[in-house]
């Protein structure tokens, strides 16, 4: 499968983007599927995980309460809705998805990876 994410921007603080993570080449409800992030300097780490039917969600600790991810199966599509953003959240996107049912926090069990999309939250 190939994914396509989109929806990076500049945002103030307090502001909120809609990244979007388009899926082509197989069908999209196979895999189970996730959000990570890296920041300059850093290593990627995960953000936000679904399960391939969309009933499960797992966030990291670090954005829970104010991110949501969520799927269209039928658009074969995956979403991540950013709210209350403050700079540590300044970071480069990326979607991925793995074969299975259900998500992982860990980088290493995606197989399939989008290109990044960018976020930059000012102060």
């Known amino acids: 499968v190939q994914l396509q994410a989109s929806g990076g921007g500049l945002v103030q603080a307090g502001g909120f983007l809609r990244l979007s993570c388009a899926a082509s080449?197989?069908?999209?409800?196979?895999?189970?599927a996730g959000w990570f992030r890296q920041a300059p300097g850093k290593e990627r780490e995960f953000v936000a995980g679904?399960?391939?039917?969309?009933?499960?969600?797992y966030y990291a600790d670090s954005v829970k309460g104010r991110f949501t991810i969520s799927r269209d199966n039928a658009k074969n599509a995956m979403y991540l809705q950013l709210n209350s953003l403050i700079p540590e959240d300044t970071a480069v996107y990326y979607c991925?998805?793995?074969?299975?049912?259900?998500?992982?926090?860990?980088?290493?069990?995606?197989?399939?990876w989008g290109q990044g999309t960018k976020v930059t939250v000012s102060s």
């Open positions: 991925a998805a793995r074969g299975g049912s259900y998500y992982s926090a860990r980088s290493r069990d995606y197989d399939y």
């Open positions: 080449g197989r069908t999209f409800s196979s895999y189970a």
């Open positions: 679904i399960s391939w039917s969309g009933g499960m969600t």
